[in-house]
Each structure stands twice: as structure tokens, then as C-alpha cells.
């Protein structure tokens, strides 16, 4: 029964500790950014958070960097019938004022291609993200296990469908 006590205390205070990591630009608050670690070998990872927008005017992510990666996409996943697709979204995603856009497992999500080491857990992830408007804003994404369909932060998520996760990173 001790344990136990203990455990949720542990759980209580790490969710505190996480709810600081925010990041902000010019009206743009970025919650929560995560990742997973990634497998030996592995090319590619995604980035999840959520973007809301205080500010008065609409703006838009275009792009983004990811410490190993060589390159960062917005892509989108989406059931068409009932096979889950993903494409790229090559024109951005615009956020007009009082929105918010989550990007999470099984829907916009941000891919990192062509990494040159394994995305590792324990440390957090440098990046940032671009905006029309705002320009570049650094961002740290924790990193998650392998196969995470969310944050243990509570950070965004939309879908629990691990065969949906696992298509995906095929
Ligand atoms: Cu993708």
C-alpha cells in the first residue's frame, strides 16, 4: 500500500515539473513538443505538440529543423475509407487567431527524415519550428519510449490505434 502512495506522489510531481514546458513567440504557444526514441538504424521520427495561437493575426508553421535530422515535414495522417494514409503538407498549416492545431499520433504530426543517430531517451531533443509571421522558435522535445502513443506529460493525442502507429512508421 506504501508503494503505491509513493508512486502516484512520483507521478503528481513529474506532471508538475512537465507543465512548464511551453514555448512562446510572438503570440505562439507551443505545448508540449515530444517525440519517441527511435530504433537502431531508424531514418525517420515524428514530433508531436500542440500550437495555439493569442496573437491577433493568422500565421502559419512552415517548416521546422531537428537536431540529426536532415530534414523536418508536415505531414498529415488521415482514414481514407478505411485505410489510414499520410501525405505531406507542402503549403504549411495556417493557425488563424484563438486556434489551436495538435499534432499528434494519427493526425498533423512533424517528420524528421534522414536521421544520422537514433533519437534518444533521457535527454530532451533540440529543434524549431517556422512560422511566416513569427520566424523561428526553438523548441525541446521530450522524448518517449519506443512505440509511445502519447506523453507521459500529458502532451497532445488523438488516437490510441497502435496499428494505425505502426503503419505509420513503415
Ligand atoms: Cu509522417
Redesign the pocket.
Known amino acids: 500500500m506504501k508503494r503505491e502512495i509513493y508512486a502516484i506522489v512520483a507521478l503528481l510531481s513529474m506532471c508538475g515539473a512537465a507543465s512548464s514546458q511551453q514555448f512562446e513567440k510572438d503570440g505562439l504557444v507551443i505545448g508540449h513538443p515530444w517525440t519517441r526514441a527511435t530504433p537502431e538504424g531508424a531514418k525517420a521520427g515524428?514530433g508531436y505538440m500542440t500550437i495555439t495561437n493569442k496573437g491577433k493575426d493568422t500565421d502559419k508553421l512552415t517548416g521546422g529543423t531537428f537536431e540529426g535530422a536532415e530534414q523536418v515535414q508536415i505531414?498529415e495522417m488521415k482514414m481514407e475509407g478505411d485505410k489510414m494514409t499520410?501525405r505531406q503538407l507542402t503549403d504549411g498549416i495556417e493557425i488563424k487567431p484563438g486556434a489551436t492545431v495538435t499534432f499528434a499520433p494519427g493526425s498533423y504530426?512533424l517528420?524528421f527524415l534522414s536521421l544520422k543517430k537514433p533519437i534518444a531517451k533521457g535527454e530532451n531533443a533540440k529543434g524549431s519550428l517556422s512560422f511566416e509571421k513569427a520566424g523561428n522558435v526553438d523548441v525541446e522535445y521530450k522524448v518517449e519510449d519506443i512505440g509511445a502513443l502519447k506523453s507521459s506529460d500529458g502532451g497532445s493525442m488523438k488516437s490510441d490505434d497502435s496499428k494505425m502507429m505502426h503503419d505509420?512508421m513503415q
Open positions: 515524428a505531414h499520410m504530426h517528420m505509420h
